[in-house]
């Protein structure tokens, strides 16, 4: 079935590391989404890209940077990872109005 | 930019009973409503959604309504079951310049009790 796969489902890093979380789809479509869940609080968008050549930050972008190496493929990157960045992860892709959700990357950093 | 605000933030219900949960959004251009369910640990997932053309939209237990005029919508689930609880995500999308992109409201945990 086409999904919207995220890669790695929990990881625990350190302070100051620098981690990539991955996110790949098999549904053909043009945009994808990164979005951060707090527990209590609702979906925040990092960044998003509506082609391979097209980013853009979202409302909580500092401290993360993305590539969009193809149009299947958006990566999350932290670059020197800090404690208040724990949390839920979510890619999301959608062609029109829809959103599909990946699994999440649940991230603990420590 | 488009915000979106949902309340309560969380609803607890006798099983067999209804549950609603109401979201105002800010952008008069905004024309598409989804909600989402999230289910312990699982991913957000579509469960239905409204176009500004119409005022209501039915699928068996669950419905939405639109007020445009008042710039709110709300999500109605009758005769409440133990699956039905789980976080619920009302979202607006935003101005066709800006790509269309959803705003979340910050969700509503709705525990069914048997």
């Known amino acids: 079935d086409a999904d919207v796969t995220q890669t790695p489902r929990n990881r625990i890093t350190k302070t100051g590391k620098r981690i990539m979380l991955e996110c790949s789809q098999t549904k053909g479509h043009d945009r994808m989404y990164w979005y951060r869940q707090d527990p209590g609080l609702g979906l925040r968008l990092i960044y998003y890209?509506?082609?391979?050549?097209?980013?853009n930050k979202g409302e909580i972008s500092d401290g993360y940077s993305v590539s969009r190496q193809a149009q299947a493929k958006f990566s999350l990157s932290l670059e020197s990872a800090i404690p208040n960045q724990t949390a839920l992860y979510f890619c999301a892709t959608s062609q029109g109005y829809g959103y599909t959700f990946g699994s999440g990357t649940r991230l603990t950093v420590v | 930019g488009e915000n979106v605000e949902q309340h309560p933030s969380t609803l607890s219900v006798q099983e067999g009973d209804s549950a609603v949960i109401k979201c105002t959004y800010s952008d008069s251009a905004s024309n598409y409503f989804p909600w989402y369910k999230q289910e312990l640990g699982k991913r957000p997932q579509l469960i239905i959604d409204i176009r500004s053309n119409v005022g209501e939209k039915k699928d068996q237990r669950i419905a939405v309504t639109l007020n445009k005029t008042a710039k709110h919508f709300s999500l109605h689930i009758t005769e409440t079951q133990p699956e039905d609880s789980a976080v619920y995500f009302c979202a607006a999308n935003g101005a066709k310049a800006a790509g269309n992109k959803l705003t979340f409201g910050g969700g509503t945990r709705v525990l069914v009790k048997p």
């Open positions: 890209s509506f082609d391979v050549k097209d980013i």
